[in-house]
């Protein structure tokens, strides 16, 4: 494997740390001093994703670091798991490498790998922020669930989630969107990635349905309200703080799949205070 992974993704730091798994590497990067907040991306996604993110964060007073899911942006491809508990393992370990407890940002899939870490080691996590979070198996229309297996099933995969991308920003697009964009198409098109985001796409979130009731850590749920991804997406967002055992949530107005890059001056604030709260000891 290359000691130096490449670096995706619009103002792409340019020291890219790696963790050591035992199958590969995961790409992460460090900004600030302070108490620790992990940020984990989506499925399909580049820890760029929190590039609106990680600057008002640090300079309130916080260390916080972004990582790439397996076979995403800078990490590695050459994993045989990449499953929400995998995910939520490897964050774990990056708690650990960077001494915890932290705060866990986790966006869509990156959701679900955070519960999951919060029921499996309680000790590293100190609250959750929960962004358009899939910690469930949202019901779908049978068809539509078909047709998006068909379409994630082959080398076409790749392309057909570049189509999707757009429709996820239904409100405001970044100004940076096309280079974003180009830089998740240029990620998947080398050797095994593309293999590796269509095994991504098969994550079950029953697993950590499962576990929801375990979770402990205060959680913040932000949601956008015009996020196509669920049917009804404030309901999912109330769900999920009906599940949790300390938990509210922030719905953004006309925002979708991914909040904290398309209204970054309505969740920042959130997040920082949220941060400071669960933070406040560590």
């Not at 050591?20 to 108490?35: K, S, T």
């Not at 990490?75 to 995998?86: E, G, I, M, R, W």
């Not at 925002?255 to 997040?271: C, D, F, I, M, R």
């Amino acid at each position: 494997m290359s000691t130096s992974p490449p670096r995706f993704g619009p103002s792409a730091p340019s020291d890219v740390r790696t963790l050591q798994r035992d199958e590969g590497r995961l790409a992460y990067d460090v900004l600030g001093d302070g108490p620790l907040v992990v940020c984990l991306p989506g499925m399909g996604e580049l820890r760029s994703s929190f590039r609106f993110t990680t600057a008002t964060v640090a300079a309130a007073g916080f260390r916080v670091a972004t990582m790439d899911l397996r076979g995403h942006g800078d990490s590695d491809a050459t994993f045989s798991a990449y499953d929400d508990p995998a995910a939520g393992s490897d964050v774990l370990a990056l708690v650990e490498e960077l001494g915890g407890p932290a705060l866990l940002v986790g966006n869509s899939m990156g959701a679900a790998a955070a519960v999951w870490a919060a029921a499996e080691r309680p000790d590293l996590v100190a609250g959750l922020a929960l962004l358009g979070p899939f910690v469930r198996e949202v019901p779908l229309n049978p068809l539509m669930a078909w047709a998006f297996r068909v379409a994630m099933s082959g080398p076409w995969a790749p392309a057909v989630w570049n189509a999707y991308l757009p429709s996820l920003y239904p409100g405001r697009k970044p100004a940076d969107f096309a280079e974003h964009r180009a830089a998740i198409r240029a990620s998947m098109r080398r050797p095994g990635y593309a293999k590796a985001f269509t095994a991504t796409t098969r994550t079950s979130h029953a697993p950590v349905e499962a576990r929801l009731n375990e979770v402990r850590s205060p959680a913040l749920v932000v949601m956008g309200t015009a996020d196509p991804d669920f049917p009804d997406a404030t309901a999912e967002a109330e769900w999920i703080v009906d599940h949790l055992a300390d938990a509210e949530h922030l719905l953004v107005e006309g925002a979708g799949h991914y909040p904290q890059a398309e209204e970054p001056q309505q969740v920042n604030p959130a997040l920082v205070a949220f941060a400071h709260r669960v933070l406040a000891d560590a």
